[in-house]
Nanobody, 118 residues
């Protein structure tokens, strides 16, 4: 099992920035990658970004590329999402995700609300 605790959400004006954090605990020795997803009101959960735990390679959805940066601190088992140039359409609950082990078992955080006012 892996437990994820997110923090850093809040209310920000359009054009502003926020930084999300997600700390993992438990079976962290077998982390394959970590990522962020989001779910806006009335919409499905969508992929935002991922980072590979061994080499740090990063991947982004086209909607956030150039504005969001995902990073990690292996020693702290923590992943970050720096969000710049925020838009109203970035408003959503942001969920941290981790995949562990050879079967890429998924675990999810409880979610943190990000609200961007226009």
């Amino acid at each position: 099992q892996v437990q994820l605790v997110e923090s850093g959400g809040g209310l920000v004006q359009a054009g502003g920035s926020l930084r999300l954090s997600c700390a993992a605990s438990g079976r962290t020795f077998s982390i394959y990658d970590m990522g962020w997803y989001r779910q806006a009101p009335g919409k499905g959960r969508e992929y935002v970004a991922r980072i590979m735990w061994n080499n740090g390679n990063t991947y982004y959805a086209d909607t956030v590329k150039g504005r969001f940066t995902i990073s990690r601190d292996n020693a702290k088992n923590t992943v970050y999402l720096q969000m710049n140039s925020l838009k109203a359409e970035d408003t959503a609950i942001y969920y941290c995700n981790v995949r562990v082990g050879l079967t890429y078992q998924n675990f999810w955080g409880q979610g943190t609300q990000v609200t961007v006012s226009s």
